[in-house]
């Protein structure tokens, strides 16, 4: 007998078209325009109009089960959770272009990915290039992005007797952005700057608190390549210091000094440019401390969200708090939500 009633397994979610005339969900593009009206106003001063949308955040399936099948769509994640108006959020940034760059030219290939993921992460390139432009920052960001970009098309275009695989005119319109970007990111001019007082007015000290605020050694190594000063105030041993204690809890640097057998050796002996290289190779660089806001994980419902705006989670209702205490376990002694880094987002997708 034919079954003609409703299919029960229907999510019942709507499909509209959006402005480049696909297929996406209702949702996908509510939460897309919300976060483009929240984006408008937070640039310019009118007060943020009340709205029931909920803030960017992206539910994924983390295992697989018979009732629910492990797949989770990065085109959709990476919609849900607004990353194209997330790229001119300074906070954000970081994150969205080391991202970008695994994408390119990482152990996940471009090309690899569907074409709507492919085409959506070429978009979010030459956003990039667009608040780069503007904005006259991170264009080193910008320039390794656009040599990986110009890397991956040589090597496509010398697979499968000189074309790559997939949609020819698919290829053809991601070419043509690629040309965009390439265009945006030689047009850059960066004007000198005439403010006065100059950098290389100001007081040794004033330059030496400057260098303790980076945290990261290729921002010092350039430094000291710009300026004989730089050069010769990154070269104490306190700049490096800092920088080890900023990154590594005290422990890990005892276990390191034990090793080098510094333990008994005066304070002005040790070097501590290769203790923090040392601690480097040993224990990494912790993600929280390279980007100024990471997505985290809710280990409630599986959400995917930005820390900054939160998202609607199941556990701040009273029903499911009273559940935790009958079952012996308080709300507040939960680890509520987990980081997730660049390099852990993409393990969540069947790439």
Known sequence: MPFISRDWRNSGDKWEKDEFGNWER???????????????????????????SPPPHCQIVLRCTREIAGFNGLDVAVKRLDFKSSVRNQRRFQYICALLKLLVSGEVVMTSLSGNAQRILLQMIEEVAMHVSTSKQHINTLR????????????????????????????????????????????????????????????????????LQMSDHKDLESAANAWSLMNYIIQEQRIWRELSKFHFTQQQIDSILE??????????HRNWQTIYHTLRKKYGLRDDFQYTEVLALCRFCHCLFWPMTGHPCIAETKEYQEKLEKAGTSYESIEKTQLVPPHQFLKYFSL
């Open 26 to 52: 209702t949702k996908v593009i509510e939460c897309e325009s919300k976060s483009n009206e929240d984006h408008e106003q937070s640039s310019s001063s009118s007060p943020p109009s009340s709205s029931s």
């Open 144 to 211: 390794g992005l656009v040599d990986q970009l110009r890397q991956l098309v040589e090597q496509e275009s010398q697979k499968c007797w000189g074309k790559p695989l997939g949609s020819v005119n698919l290829w053809n319109t991601h070419l043509q952005t690629i040309e965009r970007i390439q265009n945006i990111a030689s047009q850059i001019e960066i004007e000198p700057d005439t403010s006065v007082p100059q950098l290389t007015e100001l007081p040794e000290e004033c330059i030496r608190k400057i260098i």
């Open 259 to 268: 090793k080098m057998s510094l333990l008994d050796t005066p304070e002005r």
